[in-house]
T-cell receptor
Framework: DIQMTQSPSSLSASVRDRVTITCRAS??????LNWYQQKPGRAPNLLIY???SLQSGVPSRFSGSGSGTDFTLTISSLQPEDLATYYC?????????FGQGTKLEIK | QVQLQESGPGLVKPSQTLSLTCTIS??????????WSWIRQPPGKGLEWIGY???????YYNPSLESRITISADTSKNQFSLKLSSVTAADTAVYYC?????????????WSQGTRVTVSS
């Protein structure tokens, strides 16, 4: 299985801060990397697919980058509604696997 | 707008079979370019992909669960189902069904709200 490792596991930031979450794959996955946002008590929601493509309806403050084994999710200006846990997920090969999650708190 | 809704018991006894059904509205289970998947999340933990059934009826399972899983589809009802046998407390989780978009890139673009299943006697 391809292992996905996110860092940090948790972070606290202020409104309007720039936030970066990283995800590393245990082997090259090209651009087959997706990012999801899960708000408390809710199902995950797709933010970014193919490493850098913004899903329809997702605010433009979210962006993704990277290829191969190293990827980044960036929130350019943190908003209160961005309180959530963020997961990366590889779709290069089954079994599809997720990172352990990054819990984002608002200061 | 695709919507997914699970149904099934919220409590299952150890060693029994967990059975869930996902009903699709706003889309067809036989639409090309999509698979239909199950994903679970144990309490306070991360996400685990269980498996999927393709629009053509082929199935792909997570090897960690493969010996206990069956995913099937009822095209007449626009539903797909999960059966997980010989459950233990480790199978307690919120179970989601999701659509897998697989035309060029592969991602989970629509999710159900999730149903909590507890394994306990």
């Amino acid at each position: 299985d391809i292992q996905m490792t996110q860092s940090p596991s948790s972070l606290s930031a202020s409104v309007r801060d720039r936030v970066t979450i990283t995800c590393r794959a245990s082997q090259s996955i090209s651009n087959y990397l997706n990012w999801y946002q899960q708000k408390p008590g809710r199902a995950p929601n797709l933010l970014i697919y193919a490493a850098s493509s913004l899903q329809s309806g997702v605010p433009s403050r979210f962006s993704g980058s990277g290829s191969g084994t190293d990827f980044t999710l960036t929130i350019s200006s943190l908003q209160p509604e961005d309180l959530a846990t963020y997961y990366c997920q590889q779709s290069y090969r089954t079994p599809y696997t997720f990172g352990q999650g990054t819990k984002l708190e608002i200061k | 707008q695709v919507q997914l809704q699970e149904s099934g018991p919220g409590l299952v006894k150890p060693s029994q079979t967990l059975s869930l059904t996902c009903t699709i509205s706003g889309g067809s289970i036989t639409s090309g370019g999509y698979h239909w998947s199950w994903i679970r999340q144990p309490p306070g933990k991360g996400l685990e992909w269980i498996g999927y059934i393709s629009f053509s009826g082929s199935t792909y399972y997570n090897p960690s669960l493969e010996s206990r899983i069956t995913i099937s589809a009822d095209t007449s009802k626009n539903q797909f189902s999960l059966k997980l046998s010989s459950v233990t407390a480790a199978d307690t989780a919120v179970y989601y069904c999701a659509r897998v978009s697989s035309s060029n890139w592969v991602f989970f673009d629509y999710w159900s709200q999730g149903t909590r299943v507890t394994v306990s006697s």
